[in-house]
């Protein structure tokens, strides 16, 4: 018999990581464990092992990916290698060109706000509300 080696294989949020679809381990398992991450169309643990040729499909925030796995890297490297480790479906990537496009032609109000208010936003707030 011939001991055949293990195709390799890690757990869907460690690679999540890797790729940098997720700043942290822990956000991409809050991510898996939301519901966020689905594993060839079906709902996963991040406990889950991943391997070559899987089918993720990721959504965060407002954009949202269809990826084909190409590549494990047990350690996260630079964007540029981590851009390996996966190949995005053409439909992906219109979808999100169009998102993108439609995000730059009509912005959601308040995305630009970020934190509390100035004093002087605060005052104009309290102006307009009395």
Known sequence: MTDAPDPPQ?????WLWAARFCKTRRLAADAVDGGKVKLNGQ?????????CGDKLEIALGELRWVVCVRGINRQRRPATEARLLYEE??????????????????????AALKGRPTKKAGRLIRGFNE
Request: aromatic share 0%.
């Open 10 to 14: 890690q757990r869907i949020d460690k």
């Open 43 to 51: 709902p996963v643990k991040p406990s889950r092992e991943l391997k």
């Open 89 to 110: 479906s053409p439909e992906s990537i219109a979808r999100r060109a169009q998102q993108q496009e439609i995000g730059k032609l009509a912005p959601m109000p308040g």
